[in-house]
Each structure stands twice: as C-alpha cells, then as structure tokens.
C-alpha cells in the first residue's frame, strides 16, 4: 500500500499518544495506559477520539484520526516517539487507488477510490456527485445519457486516475460500451484496465462485490510479484540491510511479516533508522533514541514514498529495490 495520507503525522516531531478505541468504548477507558504523555495530548484524546478510530495525537493536537474497518481493531495506548500506525495498516488491508466504472448503453458510472479511503468502505461514496478531497477518497460521477459521448466518461477516466495516482481501472458493465470506453482512453489509464466480465447499473451492489473480487486477486497478484522480484534478486532482509535501503531512497516496497515489536533506533529525520544508536552516530545523526522497528519502517517508507506490504509467510521484513 502507499502511504501518502500518513505523512502528516512525520512532518511535526513527536512524541505521539497512539490510542486505537473499539466500537462502543470510550478514550478515557484507556487513555490511563498513556503513561508519560502531556496533558495537553490526554485533552485533545478525550475530545476528539472517536469510538472504532485509530487516533494520533502531539503537543496537544490530533494530527489524524482514521476509522477502523468495521470499527474492529486492537484497543490500545501506546505513548512513544512516533505514532504507532502498524496495527492500523494492518486493520485496513493493502489499499489501492483506482477507478470503478459500470458502463452501459445507457450511460457510465465513474467511482474513485482514493490512498487515504479504505477500500472496505463503499459506504462512504456520495451518490451521483462528484466530490473532490484534498487527500482523495470516494467520488462518484454518473453520465446518464450515452450520447454525451465515450469521449466526455474517458476524459473523466483519464483525469481520475492522473489526479489521484490510480493504479487500476476496474471496468463493468456491456462489453460493447467498456469496448468504446477503452477505445478512447489515454495511454496511462488504458495501461491499467482490468475487465470485470459481470455488473451493471441496475445491481450496483452485485457489480461492487464483483469488483472487490477482482481488486482483491489483483492484490494477491501484487504481492506476489513483489515477493518474487525480492527473492530473485536477492533483495534487502532484516532490518539493518532495509533500514539502510530506505536512508539511500532505494526501497521501491517494504514487506514485513505483521508487527515487528523489535528494538530500532531513530533520529529526528524520517530516514534515520538503524539497528544500533552507534550506527546513527556515524552517519552524523545527534540524540539517537530508541522505537519500535515497525514504527521506524513505517516512518522511512512514507518518506521515501516506498510502499508497504503485508506478507505473513515472511520470516522477517525485506525490501524490493527500485
């Protein structure tokens, strides 16, 4: 997955109070394990978190708040140098950008899922209306008459996938309209069409389940690939070879097994990770402390705009080079 919509959290410093409420429970049933963390912090927990959110909070300020699927989750308080946003990502799944569009005769239904929208969420699509956010999320558009023309949906298509970075174009509906629509598509988005052979307008919800279907082989596929590329060239293994990958900007995808509750060592800039605070020292960084390995990754992933992929059939975390 990218992580784009995290950054924020690592362009102020910390330390971070993470708090991750279950559906139904309140902060303050947990905000006791936030040992150590300001005052400030603790106020702006117990006003703002939500119930089945994962929350992050510095210097008195809620930097993100981002709901759980299904509000499931791990409950936890964790008060550390960075947020701890691994359990979060993990809870989401691989999140891919992409289009969903359901053609026919009739018309076009163009539906944007943005980096920072989870994928499990249809629910959150506005109807008919084209909304536009500035992290991205979901939009929709309809075009109910044909003939305002292939062309007016394709260009639509193409800016979607421009603005957002879409990775894939899953496209539904009658084959003779996906034919016309592909037929006018740019390079860029005809690049990431992937057919869903079922769906129209008419079982939205049939059309959407189909697409998951699709979207989800097509993350299994990912993954796959990912992992093959690793092993074939011999990629980065364990935390010192990929903490190294990532200060040199030569990650293109970090795979880790799950959480990785194993001690790194941190400086105050997001590529400054190693295994041992004398290694950060000589590469001339002041006042190493000490965090977790996962929260480290995830930090030099974002900056480094490296992806982040969960492999549990990993014994320890690598990296894909570019």
Known sequence: MRLDFIRPLYERQGPYASLYLAAGRGPHELIGGLGGAD???????????????AVFAAHGDVVLSEALPGGAGPELAHWSPLPRVTPMLAARGENVPHVRVIADHAGAEVT??????????????????????????????????????????????????????AELVLLAGEPAARSALCDRLGTKAADRVLMVEQGDRTDREGCRGDAVVALDAWIEQRRQELLYRHFDAAGPTGLHQVGHALREGRAQAVLTPGELDVPAWIGKGGTQLA?????????????????RAD?????????????????PQLGDVAAVLR
């Open 39 to 53: 005052p400030a912090s603790l106020e702006a927990l117990q006003e703002r978190a939500e119930p089945g959110h």
């Open 112 to 165: 944007v899922v943005g980096g920072g929208s989870p994928r499990t969420s249809p629910e959150a699509a506005v109807p008919w209306l084209l909304h536009r956010t500035a992290r991205g999320g979901w939009s929709r558009r309809r075009f109910d008459a044909w003939e305002l023309g292939a062309g007016l949906v394709a260009a639509e298509i193409d800016e979607q996938v421009r603005r957002i970075g």
């Open 275 to 291: 295994t041992t605070r004398e290694e950060l020292l000589g590469w001339g960084v002041e006042h190493p402390v000490p965090e």
């Open 295 to 311: 929260s480290a990754l995830a930090r030099a992933a974002a900056m480094t705009d490296a992806e982040l992929w969960f492999c």
